[in-house]
């Protein structure tokens, strides 16, 4: 027999993930309507995802191959994971906090609400595979270095979605209580693709203002996920180490502020 | 009116209150949120207002009153969509709610699809929706429908989909809005066969309808709120009585 007695009510951090755990199929379900949604009435399917990055890719790199010739040599093999990897981050942050905030189901039908960022994670994590396995394909096909370093890119994914992850329930959350969270980050968005290095090498920035590229922690993730495609080198140590902190403090933040607010929710019309 | 407390009671309420602070000049952005923060100002609405309840396991409970009474707030805090502002809530057992009929649901979906994104919105196993499905399509009865869109759906087939999905739900305790009105003559003769299917395996009801007729006649006891509190309790004929007698005073 189920009970409940919200005198006896277990913090609300945790309490969410039972409440994730009770809710098994709703994931599932909510990937794949994700997936049928966006590709149900297109006839070329997930082509469509591709052709987004595809189309930067070709005019960003007519744009800039002969500029970074000398520090990004093979220009597009450069920029490609880096779109990608930004794509994954502001497709799925932008998306959670719209579908957050837009959403009215949960002052309808008790469910976690984490459920629907973790659902669009999965979905982004997914459409992100769909476009790795075809780069390594064409990086194979233009005699790239590949190796073992490729072994790595499943663990860099999966920090940087738990970095996503905290980022979009953050985010989220700000949704929630202001209507102007999301017009904002949607304009800052592009301003931030700028203090990564996903068009332009990292070496053309000056020195003095490298570091600063630092606080932007989607740099980091960039790079690591970079590394195996472009030059075949595995990100060091220190770099997953601080991947993870980076990562699992996000998550803690973003799923504590989340789960705390989540009751508020049904308060706000 | 505070009956004791038994001990088998499947929902019971505590001095449960809602309150909704209302402020007067909404602050929907940051930037005015910042701008403005020491303007605020807010009035209080007490949507319930200490309200002691509790419903026995297997008894059918009718809500009536006029609205904006409280009904659907009573029933978004059983459902636990709503926390209360205070109070304790206790529930035994599982619980199903048939608040509202469209939220879960994607147009792009067919009613197959979308039976199975509801039902895990309402915490079934896909594998329970697997058994279930072939009976929720025959419940639904919309035809080859059931495999299109549901954008291409009339209103009342939605109605039925979404009933059918969540009459198929076995909960121990089923909330109920009836203020949604559900289909023609003949699907509501089924509805109310699926209840009484419901009832005989025990389930606990909780009702909330317009039709107070209807209610006295199915319901064990009748609860009648009034501007949030509980203005009476007990007796179907009796608290409809009084309840009649108040609607033609005013």
Wanted: aromatic letters at 8%; one cysteine or more; hydrophobic letters at 50%.
């Amino acid at each position: 027999m189920i009970e409940y007695d919200s005198a006896a009510r277990p913090p609300r951090a945790l309490e969410e993930l039972a409440d994730l755990r009770a809710h098994a199929s709703l994931l599932r379900a909510l990937v794949a309507r994700n997936i049928k949604v966006r590709y149900k009435r297109s006839a070329f399917g997930f082509l469509w995802t591709m052709l987004n990055p595809a189309l930067m890719l070709v005019v960003v790199s007519l744009a800039f191959s002969r500029a970074f010739a000398a520090t990004a040599p093979a220009y597009p093999a450069y920029l490609f994971p880096g779109l990608l990897l930004w794509n994954f981050f502001a497709q799925t942050t932008t998306m959670s906090g719209e579908e957050m905030a837009g959403s009215d189901v949960w002052k309808r039908v008790r469910f976690p609400k984490t459920a629907l960022a973790i659902s669009t994670l999965l979905t982004g994590v997914f459409n992100l595979a769909l476009g790795v396995l075809p780069l390594i394909l064409i990086l194979a096909i233009a005699r790239r270095p590949l190796g073992i370093a490729l072994a790595t890119l499943p663990v860099t994914i999966a920090l940087t979605a738990m970095f996503v992850l905290g980022a979009s329930l953050i985010l989220a959350t700000g949704a929630l209580y202001f209507a102007d969270v999301m017009p904002v980050w949607s304009m800052l968005l592009p301003a931030l693709m700028f203090t990564a290095p996903v068009l332009y090498p990292a070496a053309i920035v000056p020195r003095s203002v490298a570091p600063w590229l630092r606080l932007n922690p989607m740099t980091l993730y960039i790079e690591a996920f970079r590394a195996p495609l472009y030059s075949n080198t595995s990100p060091d140590a220190w770099s997953f180490a601080l991947m993870s902190a980076i990562a699992l403090a996000t998550l803690a933040l973003g799923w504590l502020l989340f789960t705390r607010s989540a009751d508020d929710i049904a308060y706000r019309a | 009116m505070t009956s004791p407390i038994a001990h088998d009671a499947a929902v019971r309420l505590d001095g449960i209150s809602v309150r909704y602070r209302i402020a007067l000049d909404p602050h929907v952005t940051l930037k005015e949120s910042i701008v403005r923060w020491r303007r605020r100002r807010f009035v209080e609405h007490v949507a319930l207002d200490d309200v002691t309840l509790e419903v026995a396991h297997g008894e059918m409970l009718g809500v009536i009153g006029r609205n904006g009474a409280g009904k659907t707030t009573l029933l978004n805090v059983m459902a636990r969509v709503l926390q209360p502002t205070s109070g304790r809530l206790r529930m035994r057992g599982s619980v199903s709610s048939i608040i509202d009929l469209l939220s879960g649901f994607h147009p792009e979906l067919s009613g197959r699809e979308n039976a199975y994104l509801r039902g895990a919105f309402l915490g079934v196993s896909r594998a329970r929706m697997h058994e279930r499905i072939e009976s929720i399509e025959a419940f639904a009865d919309i035809g080859r429908f059931f495999d299109a869109p549901l954008r291409t759906y009339s209103a009342g087939m939605i109605v039925r989909l979404a009933f059918a999905v969540t009459a198929s739900v076995e909960a121990d305790i089923l909330l109920i809005d009836e203020a949604l009105g559900v289909g023609d003559a003949e699907f509501q003769t089924k509805c109310a066969a699926r209840m009484a299917e419901h009832r005989a395996r025990g389930v606990t009801f909780v009702i909330v309808s317009h039709d107070v007729a209807r209610l006295q006649a199915s319901c064990d006891r009748i609860v009648w709120l009034d501007q949030g509190q509980i203005r009476a309790l007990g007796d179907p004929v009796e608290v409809v009585g009084q309840y009649a007698a108040a609607q033609h005073s005013t």
